[in-house]
């Protein structure tokens, strides 16, 4: 019998639909105080990551060092702690090892996530555009939760790929911060 965790997919997004500006800056999405509060706790209805291997590199390349880091603020270090403590599963064909409480998937993404959702516990959250995009094909995301902020980029990395079939989704609630950063959460 399974648990019903969810798969989420979160992202930030600019208002023309890109998640990297034209020179893959993301400086445009950095969370204010409000809106890393609000990851924070979002990031509490989690207890797995599943990375892509550019997502899990750049994840473990910072937070680890952000509890050293006199400049962080107490959202960051908040968020640092909970990340060092998740659980992650990263899916790469390249990668050899891994750290940080992390463990390699095998190729086979339906039957890892499959195995996953059998196991109690909180939701599921995918993370990294490439992977994403393999979630989607595969039909594996339950949720998506779009920040879409009030910037329009003209270009960049788009935050979906072409896709063979169009999905239905259900707005199930909206939210707004004072950042102007509009939280969209759509159900299948």
């Given at each position: 019998m399974g648990h019903n965790r969810?798969?989420?997919?979160?992202?930030?997004?600019?208002?023309?639909?890109?998640?990297?500006?034209?020179?893959?800056k993301i400086d445009w999405s950095l969370p204010d105080e409000e809106l890393h509060e609000h990851f924070n706790q979002q990031e509490k209805e989690v207890d797995v990551h599943l990375y892509g291997r550019g997502l899990y590199e750049n994840m473990s390349g910072y937070w680890p060092t952000a509890l050293h880091n006199p400049e962080a603020s107490k959202e960051e270090l908040?968020?640092?702690?909970?990340?060092?403590?998740?659980?992650?599963?990263?899916?790469?064909?390249?990668?050899?090892?891994?750290?940080?409480?992390?463990t390699l998937a095998g190729?086979?993404?339906a039957g890892e996530v499959a195995r996953l959702k059998e196991e109690p516990g909180r939701s599921l959250s995918v993370g990294g555009s490439g992977l994403a995009a393999s979630f989607l094909k595969l039909d594996?995301?339950?949720?998506?939760?779009?920040?879409?902020f009030p910037v329009i980029l003209g270009g960049?990395?788009?935050m979906y790929p072409?896709?063979?079939?169009?999905?239905?989704?259900?707005?199930?609630?909206?939210?707004?911060?004072?950042?102007?950063?509009?939280?969209?959460?759509?159900?299948?």
């Open positions: 969810a798969v989420i997919y979160a992202l930030s997004v600019s208002l023309d639909g890109y998640i990297e500006g034209p020179d893959g908040d968020y640092a702690r909970l990340w060092l403590d998740m659980r992650k599963v990263v899916f790469s064909r390249t990668l050899k090892q891994v750290d940080w409480n992390a190729e086979d993404i594996l995301i339950d949720e998506y939760h779009m920040y879409v960049g990395k788009r072409a896709l063979s079939v169009s999905k239905k989704l259900k707005l199930a609630d909206t939210q707004v911060f004072r950042s102007g950063v509009v939280r969209l959460r759509y159900t299948r």
